[in-house]
């Protein structure tokens, strides 16, 4: 996918533009920031002098130390919110790092090569990395990229960074990167990022829509680009075309600014009804509610006008921690999280891990198809703790705020009416007077064609067309090699959409996945009969102006 159409001399002094694929629209500029892995970084070959290298072995018992503790309080934690199996996993971390630092050779390399403590990690947990993924016994391999997490854990702390760095990305970047993942994003400081090149990302992927959801323009498939880009150099992204120019002349700089200019316009334009209730032209009223997430999205929710929010993925509060919440926690996170909104209603629901959604601190078995694996609901009714860590949070939560409740990734009537029960039998324990709605996700075929048996234990669904699209195409929204099968408005996913409306019986059905955010789709999903959406906060303003201009009688 990656063109290239002006020539490079030298990638970093010559204008050069690439073209790759539209992830995120809108355009930034901003100076590269180009983030590689800690543990393959060479940049570290300096010599130290012999009587350095006591101290650097004291830096590193200490971190290594450090470490150890900080494994055993994850292992404490994952054990009272999931198991201890799950929990065995750090405790085998634990036991691996003793050995390795038992062993000796770390002292014997730096001694030998006079190498930093931080050259020392990198080279002997390459080198075991390597061994592991050798050696025929499968536990073993699978522990291998364990053992690259371990190294690099021990390198942050040496290095004195933060837990996650991208936490830290100085102003006006443009952040470059091979891989993201949706803990990344959910750390990215949106007002200090410009816009984001990732190498490969699907379409669908929930790094993907979490970018679209800050507003943060991003594009791929620009094939080594962290290699030709280096940090500080001046690059303009565009996010409707997916081009990026590297190192651009003043000319193309003036010009880009003046597109950009013109943008901000029209988005301020838009802005400036956005409060207003959207009303279509034949008078219908169409809700706009906001997907988010965290705090810097409940910002862009109210700064784009919208009526409320349609989907809190509360995944996004467990990805920016380095544990799982208590219920206290998470109760005072949540709280804070939707003060700013006033009365307006919140659907939270309830953690959506698993497929591409990985917990940093969860290692969970990994099967060959995660996405068809344990995830969502049917890893929530095997982990009843966890359950009731969010639901005890968010029946305090109702008693000051507009809840409702929404449950992921149903397939069979078993995964809601099981949920239904617990949820009902812990307003009774809790002696909760009005209990918030309780919703049903409806983001698998099956669901989608089970609407009848589902109703009756919920008060609404929410449809969501970023999962339906990936099982209902047979294509994954992570994998960009099948982006041209990944059909969110495929003549398929509209008949799925209007046998679910038909189905509802009368429960309020809510359209949350990215689709509902198209302007190009909007008739014909107002046409189909959604009445409700929830949307990213960046698009609100657009798609209520869109409304305002659309004759849902009209045939489109
Ligand atoms: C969806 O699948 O459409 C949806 C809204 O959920 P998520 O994107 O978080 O999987
Ligand atoms: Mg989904």
């Not at 029960?421 to 669901?447: H, N, Q, W, Y």
Request: hydrophobic share 45%.
């Amino acid at each position: 996918m990656a063109l290239v159409t002006a020539t490079v001399d030298s990638p970093s002094s010559v204008e050069t533009t690439l073209t790759g694929r539209s992830i995120a629209p809108g355009l930034g500029m901003g100076r590269a920031w180009v983030v590689g892995d800690l543990l393959t970084y060479s940049g570290d070959l300096r010599t130290i002098g012999a009587h350095e290298i006591d101290g650097e072995l004291s830096r590193l018992t200490t971190s290594f130390e450090q470490t150890l503790a900080e494994l055993q309080v994850y292992a404490e934690r994952i054990e009272a919110e999931f198991d201890s199996v799950l929990a065995g996993v750090f405790r085998a971390h634990s036991a691996m790092l003793r050995d390795l630092f038992a062993s000796g050779e770390f002292e014997k390399e730096m001694r030998a090569s006079l190498i930093t403590a931080e050259a020392a990690v990198r080279r002997i947990f390459q080198k075991w990395h390597q061994k592991f993924r050798e050696m025929e016994n499968q536990t073993f391999r699978e522990r291998a990229d364990d053992l690259l997490d371990l190294g690099r854990t021990l390198l942050r702390r040496l290095l004195n960074e933060g837990e996650v760095s991208l936490k830290t990305i100085p102003p006006n970047s443009v952040l470059v990167v091979e891989r993201l993942l949706p803990s990344d994003v959910v750390v990215l400081p949106k007002a200090n990022v410009a816009a984001v090149i990732v190498e490969s990302l699907g379409q669908g992927s929930h790094a993907a829509l979490l970018a679209r959801e800050k507003g943060i323009p991003t594009i791929t498939e620009i094939e080594g680009v962290c290699a030709r880009v280096a940090t500080g150099v001046d690059l303009l992204v565009d996010g409707f075309h997916g081009t990026l120019v590297i190192a651009p002349a003043k000319t193309t700089c003036a010009e880009f600014q003046e597109r950009l200019g013109k943008w901000h316009a029209t988005l301020a334009r838009c802005k400036g009804a956005c409060r207003d209730p959207a009303r279509s032209l034949d008078g219908q009223l169409i809700t706009v509610e906001a997907n988010i997430g965290i705090e810097d999205d409940v910002e862009l929710a109210l700064d784009n006008g919208a009526d409320g929010v349609g989907l809190l993925r509360i995944e996004q509060l467990y990805f920016a921690r380095k544990l799982p919440p208590t219920e206290d926690e998470l109760f005072a996170e949540l709280q804070q999280l939707v003060a700013p909104l006033g009365k307006r209603p919140v659907t939270v629901r309830l953690l959506d891990i698993g497929g591409d959604k990985p917990l940093p601190y969860l290692r969970l078995v990994q099967t060959a198809n995660p996405v068809l694996g344990r995830r969502g609901v049917r890893l929530l009714l095997d982990y009843s703790q966890l359950v009731r860590t969010q639901f005890g949070a968010l029946l305090r939560l109702c008693e000051e705020h507009p809840l409702r409740v929404l449950i992921p990734m149903v397939t069979v009537e078993d995964d809601i009416r099981r949920m239904r029960e617990v949820f009902d039998a812990l307003c009774a324990e809790r002696k909760i007077a009005i209990p918030p709605k309780f919703g049903s996700m409806i983001e698998t075929p099956a669901a989608a064609l089970a609407v009848p048996t589902l109703l009756k234990h919920v008060d609404f669904f929410c449809v969501g067309t970023n999962d339906l699209t990936q099982y209902t195409m047979a294509a994954s929204r992570d994998d960009a090699a099948v982006n041209d099968y990944y059909l969110e408005s495929h003549e398929s996913i509209m008949r799925l959409l209007s046998i679910v409306l038909a189905d509802a019986g009368g429960r309020p059905v809510t359209l949350c996945g990215e689709l509902a955010g198209s302007e190009a789709w909007l008739p014909k999903l107002l046409q189909l009969g959604f009445r409700s959406l929830s949307i990213a906060p960046t698009v609100i303003a657009a798609i209520k102006a869109a409304v305002r201009k659309i004759d849902i009688s009209h045939s489109y």
